[in-house]
């Protein structure tokens, strides 16, 4: 029995490994501050709600390009009724000016990389 | 009796099995001529087709041919790369020797071999580059008949650069955006978007100003250009009117290597 202690610190720390996940969340400050977005000044509606937006901006814009693209559609009538000119560049970026200060800031925080950009020029884009 | 009822049963079922046979067949035939000519007549009677006349001999100016080109590549942010193994080209000039070739016989003079001849995407009829690719990111618009690139659909195989009898696609072997002209604020000329790394372009008759009403970039240059007017006309093949039909009613022109039977839509004033 005198192997004991080595078999008991071996234990604890494997079993501290193994918890590792755990212990490493509930010890830290990690929790990740939400991005602060910058919101257009002089727009008070989206062409949907905020809500649906925030939640749903991609699939309307698959549409929008599916629309536009595809089937050469480009104007669109929202649930209020009013209508917008199905254009990434053109309505999006009309209101929400600075792309980095919106667009990439919570897409950094969600982790997510759109490939928009790759194509889409921004007006004020400069080399 | 057995017999006889047997005799008669495998009669029948042979003529049943020959009737649907040869009926089956017939029928399917029939109604397939049916429903194909109804699809052609449509298509002849309501749709449009833009079609370019090209005069070759106007646009023997450098000065012509040069500002359509520039206008073009400006409105669609077309990259700017010397190496011709990577350049990409919307509309461009090559010799008459080499954009007809079964034009020009053993005798055709050496100045007319080597005139210039501007090239673009023909908007076939029949565009076999189409047909060869595999997501549908080039498809022929059944309005207006332009062979449309859907940029994000695009996987980049190039079987349409190898379909396309006219070399009229380009691949971004490159990233584009790095050898796009700017102005002098360093801010695109327009904000048609770029293309990137790994996908195919080429000219879309400029779909984007057609849908303002606007006529194609191109033809809207040279015809800003002294002398210049009428070396591209543009119009609609559907209207039998336009001035494109006009044209074709009236002069001499030829399209490239319509024995292929691509259907080519950019015709050439010779």
Known sequence: MSDKPKIVAGLTLFLALVAFPVWYTLGGESEVAAPELEYPSDADVCVEDTEYMTANHMDLLNQWRNAVVREGRREYVAASGERYVMSLTGTCLDCHTSRDEFCTRCHDYANVEPKCWDCHVDPGETE | MMDE??????????????????????????????????????????????????????????????????????????????????????????????????????????????????????????????????????????????????????IGCRYCIAACPYGSRSFNWRDPQDFIERDTNGEYYSDYPTRTKGVVEKCNFCAERLREGLQPACVEAVNQVDGGAGALVFGDLGEPDSEVNQILGERLTIARRVGLGTGPNVYYIV
């Open chain 2, 5 to 154: 009822s047997r005799r008669s049963f495998l009669k029948e079922t042979g003529w049943a099995a020959l009737g649907l046979g040869c009926g089956f067949p017939l029928l399917t035939t029939a109604c397939g001529d049916s429903s194909a000519q109804e699809e052609s007549v449509g298509q002849a009677g309501a749709s449009r087709q833009w079609a370019m006349v090209v005069d070759i001999e106007k646009c023997m100016e450098e000065e012509i041919r040069d500002a359509c080109i520039t206008a073009c590549h400006r409105a669609h942010n077309v990259p700017d790369i010397s190496d011709p193994e990577d350049e990409v080209k919307w509309i461009w000039s090559e010799e008459y020797q080499n954009v007809f070739p079964d034009q020009v016989h053993t005798n055709t003079a050496s100045k007319i071999r080597q005139a210039p001849v501007l090239i673009l995407c023909n908007h076939c009829d029949s565009p076999p580059c189409v047909r060869v690719c595999p997501t549908q990111a080039t498809w022929k618009r059944d309005e207006d008949g332009i062979v449309m690139m859907d940029m994000h659909r695009c």
